[in-house]
Every structure is written in C-alpha cells, then in structure tokens.
C-alpha cells in the first residue's frame, strides 16, 4: 500500500470545512442562512448553488435532462453534474430533500 505524506493544508481546510457546516448548522432560521448565503457567497456562487438545488426534486422525480434545462434554464451538463452528485455524493442532497419533507408535510 502506498503511503502518502500528510497534507497539513488539507487537514486545515477540511477543519475549515466542518466549521463552516457548524455555522450552518447552527442558525435555526431560514431567514439567518439566507442572510449568511448572502454575505459569504458572490451573486454567481448564489445563482449557481440554486440552479443545482432547483433541479434536484426534478431529477428525483425522474424528469428527463432536456425537460428539465426547458422548465429551468439550466445547463444539461449542470444537470448532469447534480445527478450524478446525487448517486456517487456524500448524500447531503437526499437528507436536504428529506429535511425539507419533513418540515412541509
């Protein structure tokens, strides 16, 4: 097995990384990670972020790619990208639909 030296940029931004989902995380209010999104993204960070969140039900729901780039306007490639997120990801989009549910129902 090949052993690889430790990265202490890596661990650092990984650190960072939890820190930042523990900010999240912690505000209670919808309202509170809107204005956090605000400060912390630019306006195309925002805009791409909600296009990805947009198509998620729809490819859930199975909608075809070209359907769904013609109800939204996003990208077929950005389609792809979300889908295949959605079944090699760490998950986050299934457990954020699944909050979302459970806050609706």
Same mark, same amino acid.
């Given at each position: 097995?090949?052993?690889? /030296? ?8 990984? @650190? ?5 989902? !523990?900010?999240?995380? @912690?505000?209670?209010? /919808? ?35 070209? @359907? ?12 792809? !990208?979300? @889908? !295949? ?21």
């Amino acid at each position: 097995m090949k052993i690889r /030296p430790i990265n202490p940029r890596k661990r650092e931004s990984d @650190a960072d990384f939890r820190a930042l989902a !523990r900010a999240l995380a @912690a505000l209670g209010e /919808p309202q509170q990670v809107a204005a956090f999104l605000r400060d912390l993204c630019t306006p195309a960070e925002l805009e791409a972020m909600c296009d990805r969140w947009k198509v998620v039900p729809l490819i859930e729901s199975g909608e075809p790619y070209r @359907a769904i780039h013609e109800k939204t306007g996003v990208s077929v490639t950005t389609i792809g !990208r979300v @889908a !295949r997120t959605l079944s090699e990801g760490a998950g986050g989009y299934s457990a954020a639909l699944e909050a979302v549910a459970a806050t609706t129902a």
